[in-house]
């Protein structure tokens, strides 16, 4: 696959983002699976922890934005 066909990779962590936000804030994070994560990200397991070494670490992440923001 050439780079320029290559999915833009801060769109995918967007994306991981929003769904994440999205889920976290309807079901907690307890009730919250990484493959509910994955599925309405368009992503697989194996990019999500590309990105994101948890899903502790998504929400931290998350969670830290917020405050800073």
């Known amino acids: 696959m050439s780079r320029s066909s290559q999915p833009d990779g801060r769109a995918t962590r967007q ?8 889920l976290f ?9 990484t493959r509910q994560l994955c599925d309405a990200a ?5 990019v999500l922890y590309h990105y994101f070494a948890t899903k502790e670490d998504l929400f931290r992440q998350l969670v830290q934005e917020a405050v800073d923001g």
């Not at 804030?25 to 699976?33: D, I, K, L, R």
């Not at 368009?42 to 194996?46: A, C, N, R, S």
């Open 15 to 22: 994306r991981i983002r929003q769904a994440a936000t999205q």
């Open 25 to 33: 804030s309807n079901n907690g994070f307890v009730s919250t699976s």
């Open 42 to 46: 368009g992503v697989t397991k194996p």
